[in-house]
């Protein structure tokens, strides 16, 4: 089989790839579920190479990313359920209906104004004919924070949530009272180490880190990119430690806690001198 700018060749070497006893046994045995993590991750893969203006990456990236789509669709298509050219006329047909001005009758004579009444009436019908076809989720889709998307990755999506309800001023007035919050859940979760309770440390963590979400939203921070320099920083510190350690003729294995403590201030004082210019 050889490669191809047709998508088709990509779905043909994905139906290869998921056939029982000639296919690759791994992608075999995958499920939605086990595929879904590399989704996100490759998602991410995306807006790190558009982060670092790699276009090649960018190139690379975007495949992986569309290999999740159709690995999906091929599941699916197994079960019988839908294909990918479903999926492909599925958005194609959302496009085209949230997009009147551009693909409807007046086509080029609307106000941007005209346009955003047009696609709030859109989706609010969109809204409705979801809920009719899914009962079970009427009631959830009729909330306040139902328009806040489910799939959205954690920290984003507790932001979003907290926007939604900061709209009926169930928010708190500054940055300072969320960090008083802040400091009452830290003391939640000392009292649930001594419990040796793993689940509610767990739910403690977990209300810290969304208390952490709200104060990054009230001091106008975005707490993604700010946990993306911290990386950064981390990694930067920590290659520092390494490449000292590897000049000294020695591994990290063969230093002690304090050796690499003591290497991690002297490259956050290195840091600080160089800001300091």
Partial sequence: MTPSRDIARLIEIMAALRTPVTGCPWDVEQTYATIAPYTIEEAYEVADAIARNDLGDLCDELGDLLLQVVFHARMAEEENAFDFGDVVEAITTKLIRRHPHVFGENAGSTTHD????????????EKAERAARRPATAQRDSSLLSSVKAGAPALARAVALQKKASTVGFDWNDAHAVLAKMREETDEIEAALDTSDADHVAEEIGDLMFVVANLARHANVDP??????????????????EQTLSARGRTLAQSSLEEMDGLWNEAKMQEKTKDAK
């Fill in 114 to 125: 005209q346009i955003k009444g047009t696609w709030d009436i859109i989706k609010q019908q």
């Fill in 224 to 241: 993604e990119a700010a946990l993306r320099a911290a990386n950064a920083k981390f990694e930067r510190r920590f290659g520092y430690i």
